[in-house]
Nanobody, 115 residues
Framework: QVQLVESGGGLVQPGGALRLSCAAS????????MSWFRQAPGKEREFVAKIYWNSNTYYADSVRGRFTISRDNAKNTVYLQMNNLKPGDTAVYYCHILYRARDYWGQGTQVTVSS
């Protein structure tokens, strides 16, 4: 059993920045791929970024060059640094892990980009 708790969301103006955190508990997740997804109102949940156990990363085209995913294995935590935010980035952001063939999701954190 893995519990994921996201934090760091909020309201930011276009061009601003936020850093999201995803703290895992219950199990050590350093050997697993961790991902961020997001879901905007009326849309399906979509992939944002993922980080492998060796810290290799992969991004959706829509965020590449603006978002950076990282992990601190000592803290069992994954981060998403979001720069140059756009109104289209407005969504609930979710942390995800596939742990022993089972999907785990956090409760989500709201990010709103608006002037």
């Amino acid at each position: 059993q893995v519990q994921l708790v996201e934090s760091g969301g909020g309201l930011v103006q276009p061009g601003g920045a936020l850093r999201l955190s995803c703290a895992a508990s219950g199990r050590t997740v350093s050997s697993y791929v961790m991902s961020w997804f997001r879901q905007a109102p009326g849309k399906e949940r979509e992939f944002v970024a993922k980080i492998y156990w060796n810290s290799n990363t992969y991004y959706a085209d829509s965020v590449r060059g603006r978002f950076t995913i990282s992990r601190d294995n000592a803290k069992n935590t994954v981060y998403l640094q979001m720069n140059n935010l756009k109104p289209g980035d407005t969504a609930v952001y979710y942390c995800h892990i596939l742990y022993r063939a089972r999907d785990y999701w956090g409760q989500g954190t709201q990010v709103t980009v608006s002037s």
